[in-house]
Each structure stands twice: as C-alpha cells, then as structure tokens.
C-alpha cells in the first residue's frame, strides 16, 4: 500500500467551453514528495488541480486519490477524502466573515467532535505551524496582507493534519524573501508530518529549493515529468527558456 | 475498525504503564481524550508511556499526549516517554517548544456599549465624508455649468436610458397595481356613503401627489441606485477609480454627475408615466366597481385634481433624484478593500435612498400643508 501513488492521473481528457484543455494526460505523485504542476498560462495547470479536488470533473480518464477513483466516490467516501487533504488557493479563500481561528477551526468542527477548548488549543498549533502570529488571530482575514493570507490558508489546510496538501501558486504575489520562508516551511511540514505535496507554480526558485519531482504541462499534454534537474536539462525552446532565463544558467548547468 | 486507538494501562506499586496502541490521530481525540483523562497523576507515581507498537501520530494525537503529560508533570508525577519511533518522537519534540495557547474560535458578542460607540463614531464619520462628497459634486456641477462644452452628454443620456427607458415596464406595472388598489379600497367605502363619484378624487389626489413619486422613486433607488453603488465600488475594488484619477480624469465628472444629471431629467418622466397609468388602472376599477363610465370619470377628474397638486407631485421628481444619485454614488465611493464590501455598501445604499427619499416626502408634506397648498 504504500507503494502506491497517492495521486494517479491516466488518460485525462478536459473541455471547458467548448475548448479542449487536456488532451490525455498521464502523471503520478508518490507518498511523501513534493511535487510541481508547471506549464504555461492557460495550459490547464490549475484545472487539472482542481480536478484533482474534486470540484471539476474530467472529461475521460481517471483520477484516482489514495487508491479511490474520484469518479465513482459515493458521497460518504467523497466526504472522507476531503477530510484527508488540505487545499490552499492561490488567494487563500478564506471565509470573509470568520476570523483567522474560526477560519482554521471550521475543518475541526465539520469533521470531528473534539470539545471546544481542545480546538482552541489545537488551532493555535496549527497556526504557529504554519507560522503565523498567534497576536494575529482574532482578526478578520480582509485586514491581512497577502502573505499571512497564505500562512493562515495554510493553517486551515493542515488542521485536519491530512496525507495530502494542494498548493495552488503557494509562493505568487509573495515578496523573494517570504516566498522562500513559505517553501522553507512546506519543506519542514513535509519531512515532519510525512505530508504528500502537489503544488501548481510559476516560481522557479520553489523547484530548485523544495521540489522532489515535476511536471511540464504543454498544449493539453505532458511535455516532460521527473527529477527538475533532469527535467531542466529537457531540449525544448519553452523548458530551456523557462530554467534559463531568469536565473542565468550557471545555477542550473553546474549540476 | 481493527486500527481503533487504544491506551493499556498496568500499575505495579509506584510506576504505571501506558501502552499506545494503534492510530493516534485526529479523528479519535475525544475518546483519546476521556481515556487519558482517567489517569491521576499523582506525586511521585512514576510514569512510562510507550509508543513503540503505535501504528500512526498525527499532531492532533501528539498534542493530546504532550498536554496530558504536562498536566501529570505538574501533579508531581515523572513521566517518561519511550521506544517511540524517529518520526513520532520528532513530532512529540515539535509540541513541547509550542507554547500551550488558546485563541479565541468562539463568536465573541461585543460589549453593547462599544457597539453603540462604533456605531454613533460610524454615523458621524459618513455625514462628514458626505458633507465633503455632496461640497465636491457642488464644485463639480458649478464648474461644469460654467463650461457647458465640458458636459458630458454622451454618459448622461446613456444613464438616461439605464435608468429611464429601461425602468418603463416595471415603473407601469407597479403603478397600475398601486392604482388598481387604491381604487379598490375606496369604492369599498364610499359606495356605502353613497358618494361614488369621489373615487375620481380619491385616486387622483392620492396618486398624483403621493403614491406616483414615492412609488416610482423607490423603484428607481432599488433598480438604478444599487446598480450605482455597485459599479461604482467594484470600480474601486478594481483600481478602476484610481487609475482614473492618475489618468487625469474626475470620477465626480466621469462618474457622478452623468447619474445624478440623468436621475434629475429621468425621474419627473417616469413620474408623469406612473400618475397616467396609476389613474388609469383605477378609472378602469371604478367603472367594474362603482359603475361610472370613463367620460364621467375624466370629466370629474378637471375638477378633482388641482394643477398644483399634480405639479407638485412633478417637482418631487428633481428633489428625489438629487440624494438618490448621490448617495447611492457615495456609498459606491466608500467601498474599500475587497469584493465582500460591496455588497454591504449597496445594502446600505438602498436603505439609506428609500429613507432619505421618505424622510424628504414627509417633511414637503408638513410644509406644503403649512402653506396652504
């Protein structure tokens, strides 16, 4: 069983409007790395996380999440899959109306019975996990900045500890230096807490730092998947010019 | 389930030991809980808590572990944890640095005094801001009157058209309906006084005069004075506003006054349809009810309704208009931060129109009655 990939993705179609996103796609993540959705705007890198969450269906092909085939999960099993992962969306998507802690302990009340106070306690775990300041609590997610929305979505991924988190552009709109503090703590979380990271990002210093294997998704199809090292090695005018251009290639040719 | 956590306990004189067994996870804290709770701890018992068979740990069931063993440490017991794997034993470490501390998930109900406080302070701050909005929309207009060129009449026959042409359908069936009732009403009653022909007065008076502009304005407040709010504060949700203003154009120019303008010249129109329609409808009514024919009814109505009374009903067109745009702008103008507040503007816009628009028609109601008119 543990074997098993934790994510499979075989021969995935997707239309939206009219549009064919996904032209057959094949990928798998294993239990315990990190792994990256790369591809250029507009190539289904999001829509294929988000089918991934269940909240978009395929076309054709199969998803299958910790051996359950999403498109045959009654909604009990669907229910209890939700529970295993933590999503964090690309804006946060926090409850507007909530607080930071009612927004970390809405998991905890949907899903278990622990007493209130034990919740109190726990979610002040899951946010200094997720390095967030605890001052910073009891206020309403709107008068956050774009970082500490992120490292409070984060918190509300985690708060059920699941087998797997979802980051969409985890790092985007973060300034260098907290975006290397953000992946510095998905790191830390996944070696402690033996999480299954699937992220989907533009940022290439989060693939030289955390990522264990990825992908490049291009015109619906997948163009490469692997080591990012051998992965940035891919002779392809797009891959070459996205490793390459930005950071000078001394970073990744000396490898 | 086979993997469901459990805790064995073994007491030998002055030591216990605790057994883990199976999935420590979130999902089992309560009864997790209740079992641990079960030990005392109690000064100079030695404790030994064993977690090599455990088949998961998750920070949920550290947690629950760490804060038990702090509990009995501060009983007097020695706790001592072993033969935990590497992981486990990593995570366990993790919670003890975290410091135990409780946020707050509950609702909190504020204090009734601090609320009154926010909301008087609240009040205050909005009749400033629009004391200095309404001064700016002044300049604005008084500059835009001195420079006839600068008006701009393309946006304001477009909002002519949003908020007249377009209002037509629903302005003619509600005030159809209100005429319809009123007519109604009123043959019920002074058929018994046998003074059937008054219904023409009744209707004409109360239609022209009341019911047509308040009716109307309120239709216009909810249709194109939440539509204002709305554009207006997703504008500036948007940015638009702002690069608006660095582009060197006046939203108050671009934005406000088109509105406002169209408001003025629109409602009056809409009003005047409304007062046809309305009297209509009952004219129809009076002769099903009250049997008098539509020449009788038209030929009374020269007399019953005096050209000041519906005049004045006209003028209430302008008057309302005039708050109408511009709150409903202001309140767009306030919306900062996120797409969340612009729904709660335009409540408020609506709410603040309706009443402003009331609030006016009873006020004109008490001084035109004062002057006799």
């Known amino acids: 069983m543990m074997d098993e990939p934790v994510v499979e993705v075989k021969g995935l179609v997707t239309r939206l409007g009219g549009k064919t996103i996904h032209r057959g796609i094949d990928l798998s993540v294993k239990r315990g790395e990190i792994y990256a959705i790369v591809g250029g705007s507009g190539s289904g890198k999001t829509v294929l996380l988000r089918e991934m969450i269940m909240l978009l269906e395929p076309h054709q092909g199969s998803i299958r999440v910790l051996g359950h085939l999403l498109s045959q999960v009654t909604p009990r099993e669907g229910k209890w899959l939700r529970s295993r992962w933590g999503v964090l969306f690309q804006f946060g998507g926090l409850i507007s109306s909530l607080t930071v802690a009612q927004n970390v302990a809405l998991p905890l009340l949907e899903f278990t019975s622990i007493p209130r106070e034990l919740i109190d306690e726990l979610v002040s775990i899951k946010l200094s996990l997720a390095n967030f300041p605890l001052d910073w609590a009891c206020v309403m997610p709107n008068e956050l900045s774009g970082g500490m929305k992120k490292r409070a979505a984060l918190a509300r991924a985690l708060a059920l500890d699941p087998e797997i988190l979802f980051l969409d552009e985890p790092t985007s709109g973060l300034d260098p230096v907290a975006a290397a503090h953000f992946d510095r703590t998905i790191k830390e979380l996944r070696d402690l807490l033996g999480l299954t990271v699937v992220l989907v990002t533009h940022d290439l210093d989060t693939i030289e730092s955390i990522v264990d294997r990825m992908v490049i998704l291009m015109e619906g199809e997948v163009l490469v998947e692997g080591d990012p090292r051998e992965v940035a090695r891919f002779p392809h005018p797009w891959v070459q010019d996205y490793f390459h251009r930005r950071k000078g290639e001394r970073d990744w040719r000396g490898r | ?373």
């Open chain 2, 1 to 373: 389930m086979q993997d469901s956590p459990s805790l064995h306990l073994s007491r030998s004189q002055s030591t216990l030991r605790a057994v883990l067994k199976g999935r420590w996870c979130m999902e089992n804290i309560p009864s997790l809980h209740r079992a641990l709770e079960g030990i005392e701890g109690e000064e100079g018992l030695e404790i030994v808590v064993k977690g090599g068979d455990l088949e998961a740990l998750d920070t949920g069931g550290a947690y629950l572990l760490m804060k038990h063993t702090r509990q009995w440490m501060e009983r007097g017991a020695r706790v001592t944890l072993r033969d935990f794997r590497e992981d486990h034993r990593r995570l366990l470490d993790l919670l003890t640095q975290t410091p135990e501390v409780r946020v707050c998930t509950r609702p909190v109900s504020p204090n009734p005094f601090y609320q009154l406080g926010r909301w008087a302070h609240a009040l205050a701050r909005d009749i400033l801001a629009f004391m200095a909005f309404l001064g700016e929309a002044t300049l604005t207009a008084s500059s835009l009157l001195l420079k006839p060129s600068r008006v701009p009449w393309q946006e304001i026959l477009y909002e002519m058209e949003e908020a007249g042409s377009k209002a037509i359908p629903i302005v003619t069936l509600v005030a159809i309906l209100a005429g319809v009732v009123i007519a109604y009403q009123g043959a019920l009653q002074l058929k018994r006084f046998g003074a059937s022909i008054f219904i023409v007065d009744l209707l004409a008076i109360s239609m022209a005069r009341e019911m047509a502009p308040l009716l109307t304005a309120i239709m216009v407040a909810g249709r194109s004075g939440s539509a204002y709010t709305a554009q207006i504060g997703t504008m500036k949700v948007n940015e638009e506003i702002d690069a608006l203003r660095t582009l060197g154009i006046s939203p108050m120019e671009t934005l406000v006054i088109p509105k406002v303008g169209a408001l003025i010249v629109v409602l009056p129109l809409l009003i005047l349809l409304a007062d046809l329609v309305g009297i209509g409808g009952g004219m129809v009514i009076s002769r099903q009810a009250l049997g008098i024919t539509f020449h009788d009814f038209i030929f009374r109505l020269q007399e019953a309704l005096p050209l000041g009374s519906f005049l004045i009903g006209i003028a209430k067109g302008p008057i309302f208009a005039l708050p109408l745009g511009l709150i409903s702008c202001f309140r767009g103008f306030q919306v900062k931060g996120s797409a969340e507040e612009v729904g709660r503007y335009t409540t408020m816009s609506v709410v603040n129109t309706i009443f402003a628009v009331i609030a006016i028609d009873a006020i004109l109601s008490v001084i035109l009655g004062n002057m006799g008119l």
